[in-house]
């Protein structure tokens, strides 16, 4: 991947790999932190990176960091999380938005990452599979499973 490609791919997939963290995480810095990860090593890794393969490998590290990333906050309880929800609770503001972020919310991390994955970035269920390494079988039965929850 040159230079000129990479410069391509940031400014072809910036979005769509943010989007896809920040409904992951739900907070703009720790989203802005793991994009910016995945880029650097998109960067570091340029020689090894077909460009033709670059949106792939993209998703895959950013999948990776976001996991990563919960992983560690999970150890890190915050009381100001609990604040914020508790707050969230108590508004009676009841938006489609609102009630779509709370389903995905009670999800698991694997679920909520291939409803985003599938319903909202559009991509094939073979792709997903690559993103997340999971088969494409266990990808259509997370997948089902998330929906009916």
């Known amino acids: 991947m040159t230079e000129?490609?990479?410069n391509q791919c940031v400014s072809q997939y910036a979005d769509n790999v943010y989007r896809f963290i920040l409904k992951n995480l739900g907070h703009k810095?720790?989203?802005?932190d793991?994009?910016?990860?995945?880029?650097?090593k998109l960067?570091?890794?340029r020689n090894?990176?077909?460009n033709e393969r670059s949106k792939s490998y993209l998703f895959t590290v950013a999948y990776n960091q976001m996991i990563?990333?919960?992983r560690k906050q999970k150890r890190i309880t915050l009381q100001d999380d609990f604040k914020e929800e508790a707050g969230l609770i108590n508004k009676q503001e009841h938006t489609v938005k609102k009630i779509l972020d709370e389903a995905l919310h009670k999800l698991s991390e694997t679920q909520?990452?291939?409803v985003l994955l599938k319903d909202y970035e559009g991509y094939s269920y073979q792709e997903i599979g690559i993103i997340t390494g999971l088969r494409e079988s266990q990808v259509k039965v997370y997948l089902h499973r998330a929906r009916l929850q």
């Open 4 to 6: 000129k490609e990479y």
């Open 112 to 114: 909520k990452s291939l």
């Open 29 to 32: 810095e720790d989203a802005q």
């Open 68 to 70: 990563d990333h919960i």
């Open 48 to 50: 090894q990176v077909d």
């Open 43 to 45: 960067w570091i890794n």
């Open 34 to 40: 793991v994009v910016q990860t995945a880029f650097e």
